[in-house]
């Protein structure tokens, strides 16, 4: 076994491993896991099983097999910022309409407290 | 009788919007004037409110977009008939309005915007301005095929269908001239009127000379995605 193949399956059991844990105890939500568990899975088979990752590159024409690996990490990387792209656009859409609802709500009940408080001195007179 | 109300975006203009409130009320007695405060520092609301506006205060300064937006949720939720947008840095004269509710009333159209280039106005813009205004017509009087002279222009009357409809769908950073090109894939009609309009009051304009070009480029490009963007009324 190569030193570089046993770094990589090092790597791969860490990412996994922390991401579990994250989801464990509470702090990584399961919808934005997904992406980082698929990642950590496929990067820990492609380290372990060498005769899959030296096919794939001789298939796709990669002289160094472990780049393959870079490579794998890259595209995953590249698809987690842009789901992240995503969540944050429909998190600032959600929060411009809450925020705006909310500023019309205060703006409807000054105006109620202001024609209660008309009606409720008509009734004292 | 058409319940209409006066949409007035405002951020730090405590300078102007002291004359601009009363001015559009004595022009337009029986409408409701609508302040969407947008994180002002100084007394902006407070004037307001003194001078019998209503006013919404929204938490942070979330752009002229996104309070000019909340001023048509309003008027939505409120069941108005006509809105009507007007600066509160006083470049728009509240005489001007009835000639934009007009074409609103007669249903000639779904929108109503003061132009300052049709007929006899008297604007007489610099040369980069100039130059910008007239690329942005002939971009937008090609994506919608009709003759817009003054597309920037925020001085605008739309009727209840376009209310509801800028609740909902209301561009961000630029609106005026997306907004434009919305209503069009949505199948509004929209029209011109001339208008005078005055130099401002207070404040100074979101667009300063060094980031015209800027501003160009950045309202080019979300025209673009306009375009590709699907749009439901």
């Known amino acids: 076994m190569h030193s570089i193949q046993i770094v990589a399956i090092i790597i ?16 990584l939500k399961e919808q934005y896991a997904i992406l980082w568990l698929a990642s950590a899975v496929v990067l820990l088979v492609l380290s372990m099983w060498r005769g899959l990752l030296d096919n794939i590159a001789r298939a796709t024409g990669i ?38 609802e909310i500023a019309i709500f205060k703006t409807f009940f000054e105006e109620h407290k202001k024609e209660g408080g008309k009606n409720e001195h008509r009734k004292g007179f | 009788m058409h319940k209409l109300l006066v949409i007035m975006p405002a951020y730090n203009e405590a300078e102007s919007i002291g004359n601009i409130i009363p001015a559009v009320k004595k022009n337009l007695p029986s409408a409701d004037i609508l302040v969407v405060n947008d994180g002002s520092k100084d007394a902006t609301a407070a004037i307001a409110r003194r001078l019998g506006a209503l006013v919404t205060d929204l938490p942070y300064n979330m752009g002229i977009g996104a309070a000019m937006q909340t001023g048509y949720s309003y008027a939505a939720l409120n069941n108005y008939d006509i809105a009507v947008q007007v600066d509160a840095d006083g470049q728009h004269p509240p005489d001007q309005i009835p000639f934009l509710i007009q074409p609103i009333m007669e249903q000639k159209a779904d929108m109503a915007i003061g132009s300052r280039f049709l007929g006899n106005g008297n604007y007489r813009p610099s040369l980069a301005r100039n130059i910008g205004i007239r690329i942005f017509s002939m971009l937008l009087s090609a994506i919608t095929s009709q003759r817009l002279t003054d597309t920037t ?81």
């Open chain 1, 12 to 27: 791969s059991l860490g990412i996994l491993i922390s991401v579990v844990d994250l989801i464990r105890r509470g702090m």
């Open chain 1, 63 to 100: 002289a160094y097999p472990p780049s393959l690996l870079f490579l794998v990490a890259f595209l995953f990387l590249l698809l987690i910022v842009l789901h992240f792209s995503v969540i944050i656009s429909s998190l600032s859409e959600k929060n411009k309409k809450l925020s705006q």
């Open chain 2, 153 to 233: 222009s925020g001085f605008r009357a739309v009727n209840k269908g376009v209310i509801k409809f800028f609740a909902k769908n209301y561009p961000e950073d630029y609106p005026e001239v997306e907004a434009i090109v919305l209503l069009r894939k949505a199948r509004f009609n929209i029209i011109e009127v001339s208008v005078k309009m005055e130099a401002r009051i207070g404040g100074k304009s979101s667009i300063t000379p060094l980031h015209a070009v800027y501003y160009m480029i950045k309202v080019l490009l979300a025209v673009l995605i306009d375009i590709l963007k699907k749009v439901e009324r």
